[in-house]
């Protein structure tokens, strides 16, 4: 077995981890990164955020392993993801307002590439849901046409790909009782409250 | 596909000791930054159960070059050799020296010791890469390892750092 002199393998990661930026920002200027995601850390955990050049596509929540979120993001968006900080900054910057209790309504493109058919439908009705109100599965079933479909209604809602931004914690049964949340009953009653809606 | 992300991630390392090796320490950050570029540019076009080191080393032996050519394109055009830090004899620091001496091996050892030994591509995918033999990469790297070697063993010997 030959021994390498270390020297010659030695790597700082810090000297790493500055390329690895470099490269953010060079694939940035250049147009070539797809998908780019920072983490956020709130009041409802550690966010994971990815957006497009169209708009923020995905808010995940910790318990959501981040590694399978990547994955499904290179198999169905792109695997041009990096990590890329700046192209986050605005979504950033409003979840930080909205937490610190400043803002009401989040202004960013929103880029749905990952809905389509009916659960598009009830998340485009979400975004009309205001701060500090919330509707039953049945309203929203409703809203959408399909009055009957409040099951399906439930199901969007777990399946959103952008909570908080798009509010599906404002989404309750008829009865007033919470109903389900992707991210943990905790995190649903803790925007309520924030929102002072439950 | 695995997001590009952790490609970096797995790979970021090895060639950056690559780059290093092949164009020496001042040229290697901008050598890595050219590979993982065109490779993230390339991304989504490589076939699913590709051998995605032996795809990096191949991008980076390529920019590597492009590299080497312009540094002597810059010396022939200004008539003089390129103005840059001496890796040789700075007392202070070994790791210089160790790069001096990589910088002076033959070329195919240099190579060889690259992306074999750092770079972890077998013999016969190295002699894809930079010509010849599997057999003549094998004897090129470890000529080279022991080279380095026979350097790192006569500094250890009581030359104060």
Same mark, same amino acid.
């Given at each position: 077995?030959?021994?390498?002199?270390?020297?010659?393998?030695?790597?700082?990661?810090?000297?790493?981890?500055?390329?690895?930026?470099?490269?953010?920002?060079? #694939?940035?200027?250049? *147009? @070539?990164?797809? $998908? /780019?995601?920072?983490?956020? &850390?709130?009041?409802?955990? !550690?966010?994971? %955020? +990815? #957006?497009?050049?169209? *708009? @923020?596509?995905? $808010? /995940?929540?910790?318990?959501? &392993?981040?590694?399978?979120? !990547?994955?499904? %993001? +290179?198999?169905?968006?792109?695997?041009?993801?990096?990590?890329?900080?700046?192209?986050? &900054?605005?979504?950033?910057?409003?979840?930080?307002?909205?937490?610190?209790?400043?803002?009401?309504?989040?202004?960013?493109?929103?880029?749905?590439?990952?809905?389509?058919?009916?659960?598009?439908?009830?998340?485009?009705?979400?975004?009309?849901?205001?701060?500090?109100?919330?509707?039953?599965?049945?309203?929203?079933?409703?809203?959408?046409?399909?009055?009957?479909?409040?099951?399906?209604?439930?199901?969007?809602?777990?399946?959103?790909?952008?909570?908080?931004?798009?509010?599906?914690?404002?989404?309750?049964?008829?009865?007033?009782?919470?109903?389900?949340?992707?991210?943990?009953?905790?995190?649903?009653?803790?925007?309520?409250?924030?929102?002072?809606?439950? | 596909?695995?997001?590009?992300?952790?490609?970096?991630?797995?790979?970021?390392?090895?060639?950056?000791?690559?780059?290093?090796?092949?164009?020496?320490?001042?040229?290697?950050?901008?050598?890595?930054?050219?590979?993982?570029?065109?490779?993230?540019?390339?991304?989504?076009?490589?076939?699913?159960?590709?051998?995605?080191?032996?795809?990096?080393?191949?991008?980076?032996?390529?920019?590597?070059?492009?590299?080497?050519?312009?540094?002597?394109?810059?010396?022939?055009?200004?008539?003089?050799?390129?103005?840059?830090?001496?890796?040789?004899?700075?007392?202070?620091?070994?790791?210089?020296?160790?790069?001096?001496?990589?910088?002076?091996?033959?070329?195919?050892?240099?190579?060889?010791?690259?992306?074999?030994?750092?770079?972890?591509?077998?013999?016969?995918?190295?002699?894809?890469?930079?010509?010849?033999?599997?057999?003549?990469?094998?004897?090129?790297?470890?000529?080279?390892?022991?080279?380095?070697?026979?350097?790192?063993?006569?500094?250890?010997?009581?030359?104060?750092?």
């Amino acid at each position: 077995m030959t021994l390498i002199p270390q020297e010659l393998k030695r790597v700082e990661s810090a000297h790493l981890s500055q390329l690895k930026k470099a490269l953010s920002f060079s #694939a940035e200027r250049d *147009g @070539i990164l797809d $998908v /780019a995601y920072r983490t956020l &850390d709130t009041p409802v955990g !550690l966010l994971l %955020l +990815a #957006a497009t050049t169209r *708009g @923020i596509v995905r $808010v /995940a929540f910790e318990a959501e &392993d981040y590694g399978t979120v !990547l994955e499904k %993001l +290179a198999e169905l968006i792109s695997p041009r993801i990096l990590q890329s900080p700046s192209r986050l &900054d605005d979504a950033a910057r409003e979840l930080d307002e909205y937490f610190a209790g400043q803002r009401k309504v989040f202004d960013l493109p929103i880029d749905f590439s990952l809905s389509k058919g009916f659960r598009l439908s009830v998340l485009e009705h979400l975004k009309h849901i205001q701060f500090g109100h919330t509707e039953s599965y049945a309203e929203v079933a409703a809203a959408t046409g399909r009055p009957k479909a409040v099951r399906a209604v439930g199901s969007a809602c777990a399946t959103n790909p952008l909570p908080v931004i798009v509010p599906c914690h404002r989404v309750l049964r008829s009865d007033g009782s919470l109903g389900g949340y992707l991210g943990g009953l905790d995190a649903k009653q803790t925007l309520l409250a924030l929102e002072d809606a439950a | 596909m695995k997001p590009f992300e952790s490609i970096v991630e797995d790979y970021g390392a090895s060639v950056f000791r690559v780059c290093r090796a092949v164009v020496g320490p001042v040229d290697a950050d901008d050598a890595w930054s050219e590979t993982f570029l065109a490779a993230l540019g390339a991304y989504p076009r490589l076939a699913e159960a590709s051998d995605v080191r032996a795809w990096l080393m191949t991008i980076a032996h390529r920019k590597a070059i492009d590299l080497i050519r312009s540094r002597s394109r810059r010396a022939i055009s200004f008539g003089e050799l390129p103005e840059r830090a001496s890796t040789l004899g700075n007392p202070a620091s070994s790791d210089s020296d160790l790069w001096g001496i990589v910088a002076t091996l033959p070329e195919r050892q240099r190579l060889a010791v690259a992306y074999h030994y750092l770079g972890g591509l077998p013999h016969g995918d190295t002699a894809e890469l930079i010509g010849g033999s599997a057999e003549s990469v094998r004897r090129a790297s470890a000529d080279g390892i022991a080279a380095l070697r026979r350097f790192y063993n006569a500094n250890s010997e009581g030359i104060p750092r």
